[in-house]
């Protein structure tokens, strides 16, 4: 079976995308972070070093564990998507155990990822016409790019002055990196195929 085209398989992604729940939720979740934040509601009212000890420490549980899962899925169901999708949580979480040069091996190992299942499309095509599939995993990839930009302080250093920064900094990047990992866990563990014909 010949691999479609790159833009074949781009306009297939986007065609099964809801836009609004891909960007809007994560940006509401931003948000409100924020807001609990710098009104010191429970439980952002701890101290920088205690939340994000404990908010790395739940990062890692919860890519190990949807890693352990999709696993057992892909033993289950012996479908190559979940070996797939238990090595991007793999990557996940050694990022999650911060390595020498973490971040640009996550970004090397994720792009060939990609890479992969782009050269198989046969492998994804089935699950990328699900709108609940593309949409989820939508949302995590771009929560997750909210929190690298947040961490790298891309926007509040060279675009935004924004009061109290330094206070909801850490606690931001650690919570919505936390929503991305749940998302793309969730989009990946329970991913299910539509074909064609019911589409």
């Known amino acids: 079976m010949k691999n479609p085209s790159f833009f074949q398989q781009w306009k297939l992604v986007s065609e099964s995308a809801n836009y609004w729940i891909v960007f809007l939720p994560p940006l509401a979740i931003s948000g409100l972070i924020i807001w609990l934040t710098l009104n010191n509601i429970h439980p952002y009212d701890k101290n920088i070093l205690a939340t994000k000890n404990l908010l790395e420490e739940v990062a890692l549980h919860l890519t190990s564990g949807f890693c352990f899962l999709c696993l057992l899925r892909f033993l289950y169901s012996k479908d190559q998507f979940f070996l797939w999708a238990s090595g991007m949580m793999m990557v996940l979480f050694i990022r999650e155990i911060h390595p020498p040069i973490a971040d640009y ?4 190992c994720l792009l060939w990822l990609f ?3 782009y050269k198989n499309h046969h492998i994804f095509a089935d699950y990328l ?3 609940y599939f593309v ?3 939508g949302a995590g990839f771009f929560t997750y790019v909210l929190a690298v930009t947040t961490d790298e302080r891309v926007l509040m250093r060279d675009l935004i002055q924004f009061p109290g920064e330094g206070k909801f900094h850490t606690k931001l990047e650690e919570t919505i990196e936390i929503v991305g990992h749940i998302a793309i866990g969730c989009a990946l563990l329970f ?3 539509k074909t ?3 589409s």
């Open 196 to 198: 064609s014909d019911n």
């Open 135 to 137: 949409t989820l995993l």
């Open 191 to 193: 991913a299910t195929k």
């Open 115 to 117: 890479y992969f299942a």
């Open 105 to 108: 091996s996550t970004y090397i």
């Open 129 to 131: 016409r699900s709108k």
